[in-house]
Structures are given as C-alpha cells and as structure tokens.
C-alpha cells in the first residue's frame, strides 16, 4: 500500500505519519462504505494511512513495558490493517473505535509474545523490583525524599545497578511529549499519546502470576479432603457462595464449624503461596499501586 516504514529514527517516522490527512467522521464512512461494497486497494490504503497517528497514540500507551516503540507501531499498523478487512460499516460503529480493538490486541499478543525475550525480571529480585519499584518510587516521594538509586536500593533490598537497569527497562522509551515531532513543526508528540498510559506491564505481570497461582492452587488442592475441597471452591472461589448453612447439614457439623475451616484454610493457602512462590507479597503490592 505504500505505506510509511517504522524506521529507527521515531521522530522522522512521526513526521512522515503527520502528513497524512485525519479522516472526518462522514469521509471516513463514506470510504469504508466504498471498500466494503468495492474492495478497493485506495479506500484501503486512505483508511489506513488515516489512522496511523491513532496506531502511534495507541502504541504509546504500552510504550513502558521494555519493548521497542517501533515494534509496537508496526505490530499495531497489521492490527490496523486487519480492522479494514473486517469493518463492517453498517453496523453503527465508528472505523477508529472498531481498529481500535484489532490495534491493541496485536500490541499485547506482541508483548506476550515477548514476555520472555525482554527478560524484565529473571531473579527474585529483579521481579521484586518489577512489581514494587514504581509504587516504591512514589512513596518516598510523598515522605518528601528524593527517589535516588542508593536509597531505592536500601528501601528494596537490591543493589544500586539493579535499580538503575529496571528503571531503564521501564522507563526507556519514555520521550519529552511537549517537544515537537521536527524541527519547525507545530505538530508535538503529545498529540500521538494518551493522557493516561495502560500499564502494560501490570497486565503482563498478572498473566504471569495468575498462570502460576493456578498451577500452585492445582498442587494446594490435592492436601486437602473432600469437605475441605468442597468449601473451597464452593465458599472461597464461588461467585455465588454456597451458605455456611448449607455446607454445615451437608457435611453434619455447624455454621461456625464450617467458617472456622474457611478460615484456617485461607489462612494455610496464603502460607502456601508465599512458602511457594517468593514473588507474592510483591505481586499484591504492587497490583496495589494500579
């Protein structure tokens, strides 16, 4: 189609993404009806080229995760593309809104893709620092303290290059947004980002865990005897529990009977996954944090 290639350089690729014209609302369903009736490679390519700024603002948004923001832009504009072969333009929704969904879904399946090539975190410590050093960082700026390596450091048990590294991981490809895309443009990278920036990271990370706690949970359950098995997921893991009254006449013993056992089992399975998986106050701490 012709289309601008994500080079190295993104200030120039941003510069050569603004010189395509946004579609307005009516032209935009108009050319989308056009395709969608004629299949013209044109109206594909206008609908295309229409909406890369919107790819680039969307890539942004998971610019913090540790992949590279050209990969993301090219990983969203086959997103795009795929959105103009599928876009039904009579079923009252917007172009951009529908891309918008194929856009996002090949940047994460991108990232997950790549979960173990970028490597954020292959210690303990390192995915300690993964999960807790953004919160960690605000903290000691909201206790009046400057958030410097040596004291991150200290405050998480790691050392100083440790912190340094992540901080880099995290934190690369993060650009001055009030800078102009070139020289002698009005157009600023602001205008390609979102206000709020996804947490790519936070997403991948409870991908991660959830895999593990359910492999962990798996393992728990098979100490456990049948009434027991029965509370669990019928009282804890239910999103309709059971009633405590219920499971005490099934089983023969009382309501309280039945809450003491939900009790002391939550209790032996919080035990069991921070016994098993050394990563899991962190986790929960820093889901906090979002």
């Known amino acids: 189609m012709g289309l601008p290639v994500v080079a190295e350089s993104i200030d120039s690729y941003l510069a050569e993404v603004s010189r395509f014209p946004v579609l307005s609302p009516v032209d935009e369903l108009k050319v989308a009806r056009r395709f969608y009736r004629d299949k013209g490679v044109e109206d594909a390519h206008t609908l295309v080229t229409g909406n890369l700024r919107y790819v680039v603002k969307i890539a ?45 879904a090949y940047i994460l399946k991108f990232i997950m893709d790549n979960w173990r090539l970028v490597k954020i975190g292959t210690t303990q410590a390192q995915r300690k620092l993964f999960f807790r050093l953004k919160k960690e960082k605000q903290k000691l700026i909201s206790e009046g303290f400057d958030p410097k390596p040596k004291l991150l450091s200290e405050r998480l048990g790691v050392t100083e290059r440790e912190v340094t590294d992540m901080d880099q991981r995290l934190d690369g490809w993060e650009i001055s947004l009030d800078a102009p895309i070139k020289e002698g443009s009005d157009n600023e990278r602001s205008g390609f980002v979102a206000s709020e920036a996804v947490s790519a990271e936070t997403q991948v990370a409870k991908k991660e865990m959830g895999a593990i706690l359910h492999r962990k949970l798996a393992s728990f359950k098979k100490n456990l005897n049948q009434r027991e098995v029965d509370i669990l997921e019928n009282r804890v893991f239910s999103d309709t529990p059971v009633t405590l009254q219920k499971i005490g006449k099934r089983y023969g013993i009382s309501r309280e009977r039945v809450r003491q056992v939900e009790h002391n089992m939550i209790k032996r399975m919080k035990s069991y996954f921070e016994r098993e998986i050394p990563d899991f106050d962190s986790f929960l701490e820093g889901l906090s944090e979002d």
């Open 60 to 104: 942004f948004e998971y610019r913090s995760y540790g992949c590279r923001i050209a990969d993301l832009i090219q990983e969203g504009n086959i997103g795009l593309m795929q959105a103009v072969r599928k876009f039904d333009p009579y079923k009252g929704v917007r172009f951009s809104y529908y891309a918008s969904f194929w856009i996002k």
